[in-house]
C-alpha cells in the first residue's frame, strides 16, 4: 500500500464520499428546519467550510424542478471549491461557492439560510476567530433567516467518545476512516486527532494520514461563545446528529453532539 501524509481537503473525491453517508438525513433535517423556523421562503442557501459541496449541491439539484434554489458557499481549501463549482456548473445549479476564510468574509446579498453541520466550525482555534465567525454569518443570513451549527461538546460528566472509524464505497471504490486522539489540553482548549483514509481501488490501494486540530468546547463555554454575540442571534433549538427534527434536546454536561438552530434577530 502506498502511504503519504497530506491534507484529506486535497482529495476531494475521497472526502466528499467519506463523508456522505449522513447526506441524506442531513438534508431532510435542513428542509424541516427551514420550513420550521425561518421567516418566509428559502430560496438561497449558503454553507461556510462547504468542502466538495456535497449537501449544496445536492440542495440546489433537488429544488431545479420547483424553480431552482440559489446556493453559495465557502471554504479555504482552493482544491476544494474547485471540485464544488464544477460539479455547480455541470449541473446547471445556480450560485458558486469561493474561497475564503469563515472568520473573516462578506457576501454580496444575505441569504436566506446557511448551514455547517460536521464539526468545521471547531478549525477556528481562537474565541475571537470564532465570535467572527458568528458575526460574519450574521452579515450573510438576513433578518428572520436561520443558521444550523454542528458541533461536537466535550462533556464534563461521563466517557467521551474519542476513536471513530467507517467504511464508505462507491462502485470500485471503497474507503476505510480511522480517527483517533493524539493529544487533549482543556487549558489550551486544544484537541488533536490523526485521520486516516485507507483507499482501495481495482489497481491501486492508497494510505492518507493527516492530523487535525479542533477548539473544544463544553456545553458552558459554547453557550459563553453564543452570549457573546447576543442580540445578533436567536437561539430556536437544539439537536443532536440524530438529525430527527421532531425531537429537540436538551444540553446537559453529558452532552456530546449539538446542532443548535440560530435564527437571526432584525
Keep these: 500500500m502506498q502511504k503519504t501524509k497530506a491534507s484529506i481537503y486535497d482529495f ?6 467519506v463523508f456522505g453517508s449522513d447526506t441524506a438525513a442531513e438534508m431532510q433535517f435542513l428542509e424541516k428546519c427551514f420550513q420550521r423556523f425561518v421567516d418566509g421562503k428559502v430560496r438561497r442557501v449558503f454553507e461556510p467550510a462547504c468542502g466538495t459541496g456535497r449537501l449544496i449541491y445536492r440542495m440546489g439539484r433537488a429544488a431545479r424542478e420547483g424553480g431552482g434554489l440559489e446556493v453559495g458557499g465557502l471554504d479555504l481549501n482552493e482544491k ?6 464544477r460539479r455547480l456548473e455541470r449541473l446547471c445549479i445556480k450560485g458558486r461557492a469561493f474561497v475564503g476564510d469563515m472568520s473573516d468574509f462578506t457576501v454580496k446579498r444575505p441569504y436566506d439560510a446557511a448551514f455547517n453541520t460536521i464539526n468545521s466550525f471547531r478549525h477556528l482555534q481562537s474565541e475571537d476567530s470564532a465570535r467572527g ?3 460574519a454569518m450574521a452579515g450573510a443570513v438576513r433578518a428572520g ?35 483517533w486522539p493524539i493529544e487533549k489540553n482543556a487549558k489550551k482548549r486544544l484537541e488533536k ?8 481501488k481495482p489497481t491501486q490501494s492508497l494510505r492518507i494520514e493527516d492530523a487535525l486540530e479542533l477548539r473544544s468546547y463544553t ?16 437561539i430556536c433549538q437544539w439537536y443532536d446528529f440524530g438529525y430527527d427534527a421532531d425531537k429537540p434536546i436538551k444540553v446537559s454536561s453529558t452532552t456530546e453532539d449539538v446542532v443548535v438552530i440560530l435564527k437571526r434577530r432584525g
Design 219 to 234: 456545553a458552558k463555554q459554547f453557550q459563553q461563545l453564543l452570549d457573546s454575540v447576543d442580540p445578533l442571534w436567536e
Design 80 to 85: 476544494a471549491i474547485v471540485y464544488c463549482n
Design 193 to 200: 486527532f490523526g485521520i486516516r483514509f485507507d483507499v482501495y
Design 12 to 17: 476531494p473525491t475521497y472526502y466528499d464520499l
Design 133 to 135: 465567525h458568528l458575526e
Design 145 to 179: 433567516g436561520i443558521y444550523a451549527l454542528g458541533l461536537h461538546l466535550t462533556p464534563t460528566r461521563g466517557e467521551t467518545t474519542d476513536h471513530e472509524s467507517w467504511s464508505a464505497r462507491r462502485g470500485q471504490l471503497s474507503i476505510n476512516t480511522y480517527m
